[in-house]
């Protein structure tokens, strides 16, 4: 492999734990909740970037479970913007 693309890959990894990381320290001290948008754009981006660092590793074990990570991550937002928009048409009516 290309050592730029290595590089970038292990930075993309890094970015990712760090992103995880950061969402779960924040969300365990009270800095925002679980189900803020921040905390789930964090997850779901670190998910991505750790699927990718781990398929070009082929640590497949680690990849199933950000993929998990990210499913997990979509459907939150998902129910988030389904809980906004329900917000906003009530205040509509």
Known sequence: MDSFISIFIE???WTGSLEVILA?????NNKI?????????LNLSGGIFLIIHTIVHE???????NIVW?????LALWNIRKARN??????EV
Do not use: C, E
């Open 59 to 65: 640590s497949y074990p680690s990849t199933f479970i």
């Open 11 to 13: 930075v993309i990894g």
């Open 70 to 74: 990210v499913v997990i991550a979509l």
């Open 24 to 28: 779960y320290a924040l969300v365990s």
């Open 86 to 91: 329900k917000q906003k048409l009530s205040r």
């Open 33 to 41: 909740s679980s189900t803020s948008q921040a905390y789930q754009w």
